[in-house]
């Protein structure tokens, strides 16, 4: 069973940094794609950032860019989303999501993600 666990969510004043991760286990293809995903009250569904595998190409979406960084533990199955210059328009839940045999990682559309995660809270005070 394929599971996926966020945690490192929490409260923090602009300007600050947090860093998630998201521990994934329980399947054996090498060809997937591991996404951030947030949802603000009352917003739809974003996505942040993501990272595949076996090549580590990333992206990253415009209203992160330079701010948010993705990387990977490959060996402990974890990834990670450094979140730095938060501001309080980063205030959302957080989830992590994979993608197996992923086509094009740019498009980050949540229906083609096959396994998500139960969410971090992240909140930004100004």
């Known amino acids: 069973e394929v599971q996926l666990v966020e945690s490192g969510g929490g409260l923090v004043q602009a300007g600050g940094s947090l860093r998630l991760s998201c521990a994934a286990s329980g399947f054996s293809f090498d060809n997937y794609a591991i996404g951030w995903f947030r949802q603000a009250p009352g917003k739809e569904r974003e996505g942040v950032s993501c990272i595949s595998s076996p090549d580590g190409s990333t992206f990253a979406a415009d209203s992160v860019k330079g701010r948010f960084t993705i990387s990977t533990d490959s060996a402990k199955m974890l990834v990670y989303l450094q979140m730095n210059s938060l501001k309080p328009e980063d205030t959302a839940v957080y989830s992590c999501?994979?993608?197996?045999?992923?086509?094009?990682?740019?498009?980050?559309?949540?229906?083609?993600?096959?396994?998500w995660g139960q969410g971090t809270q992240v909140t930004v005070s100004s």
């Open positions: 999501a994979l993608q197996a045999f992923p086509g094009d990682i740019a498009t980050m559309r949540p229906y083609e993600y096959d396994y």
